[in-house]
C-alpha cells in the first residue's frame, strides 16, 4: 500500500480564500471514492496560511505504471482547479497495515 499526501494551500495565487467545502466537493467530481482531509494551519513564503492535507492511500503495486500515472495527472488537476502556485506531495510505502 502506498500513502499520498498532498498539501494544498486553501487560498488561491491571488489571494482568494478556498472554502474547505469546494476540495470535498472537487474530490468527488474526480471520482476519488475515500480521502482523509485536514485542515491545518501552512507558513508558505513567509505567510501563515490556511491550508490542508489531502491523504489517499492507493493499494496497487507502485510499479503500476497506469495507476502512478492517473494519480500524478490527479495532483496536477487539483493544482490547477484551485490556482496554486505549488503543492506538495509526499509519498510513503506503508509495509504493515490492518484494515478492520
Not at 500513502?3 to 474547505?20: A, C, H, M, N, P
Not at 507558513?43 to 494519480?71: H, P, Q, W
Request: net charge negative; glycine share 4%; proline share 0%.
Amino acid at each position: 500500500m502506498t500513502s499520498y499526501k498532498i498539501y494544498l494551500g486553501l487560498e488561491t495565487k491571488r489571494g482568494q480564500v478556498i472554502d474547505i467545502n469546494e476540495v470535498y466537493l472537487y474530490l468527488s467530481k474526480l471520482g476519488i471514492e475515500y480521502a482523509t482531509v485536514i485542515e491545518t494551519i501552512g507558513f508558505y513564503k513567509g505567510t501563515l496560511e490556511k491550508s490542508c492535507i489531502i491523504e489517499i492511500i492507493k493499494d496497487f503495486d507502485a510499479d503500476n505504471e497506469r495507476e502512478t500515472r492517473k494519480l500524478i495527472n490527479t495532483i496536477h488537476d487539483i493544482k490547477e482547479n484551485f490556482r496554486q502556485e505549488e503543492i506538495m506531495l509526499v509519498k510513503t510505502n506503508i509495509n504493515t497495515s490492518f484494515i478492520l
